[in-house]
T-cell receptor, first 115, second 109 residues
């Protein structure tokens, strides 16, 4: 597609349930990022995938969070046993390579509400 | 201390005003600086991208970096209601961008 596609756009889940968030990057973009944006906070880095290299998971806040990228394209962010503090907008971005930030394209995000 | 600090605002200005948005950062090794604009319920979009110190102009927008004081600025001339959005400064670090909290700008017609 022309841009980064994220689904669902909105998700309401009960505390303790698992959720999966999906990201379809721009075709041909080798780098993929996940960020979290909480109310009143800037974007918080979660994880970075680059080609076939091991992902940089240094931003994942706890072991309840995991992500995978299949075939170098689609990525799924999974949050297990969701907590209320997980409520946020989860943004995915892709770029042509491991650039210095000038090539990022963001999706519109998934708004997650944990009740 | 946060790596990037940004006044969250909100900032309200009349149409046609000059807007100044600012961030400070802590690590003098940073070299690549960006400004993103984010409309409500949308992802951020890149507005300006600068390397090292100096000014960069694009239409009504000017980005300024002062590495000696670790200060980055975005100026918007002749502001328009369509400029109403959240503006986020960002700095390139290894494998990621470090973002400020964003400044909410409202341009009143």
């Amino acid at each position: 597609g022309a841009g980064v596609s994220q689904s669902p756009s909105n998700k309401v889940t009960e505390k303790g349930k698992d959720v999966e968030l999906r990201c379809d990057p721009i075709s041909g973009h080798t780098a993929l990022y996940w960020y979290r944006q909480s109310l009143g906070q800037g974007l918080e880095f979660l994880i970075y995938f680059q080609g076939n290299s091991a992902p940089d998971k240094s931003g994942l806040p706890s072991d309840r969070f995991s992500a995978e990228r299949t075939g170098g394209s689609v990525s799924t962010l999974t949050i297990q046993r969701t907590q209320q503090e997980d409520s946020a907008v989860y943004l995915c971005a892709s770029s042509p390579g491991s650039d210095r930030g000038g090539g990022y394209t963001f999706g519109s995000g998934t708004r997650l509400t944990v009740v | 201390q946060k790596e990037v600090e940004q006044d969250p605002g909100p900032l309200s200005v009349p149409e046609g005003a000059i807007v100044s948005l600012n961030c400070t950062y802590s690590n003098s090794a940073f070299q690549y600086f960006m400004w993103y604009r984010q409309y409500s319920r949308k992802g951020p979009e890149l507005l300006m991208y600068t390397y090292s110190s100096g000014n960069k102009e694009d239409g009504r927008f000017t980005a300024q970096v002062d590495k000696s004081s670790k200060y980055i600025s975005l100026f918007i001339r002749d502001s328009q209601p369509s400029d109403s959005a959240t503006y986020l400064c960002a700095i390139s670090a290894t494998n990621k961008l470090i973002f400020g909290t964003g400044t909410l700008l409202a341009v009143q017609p």
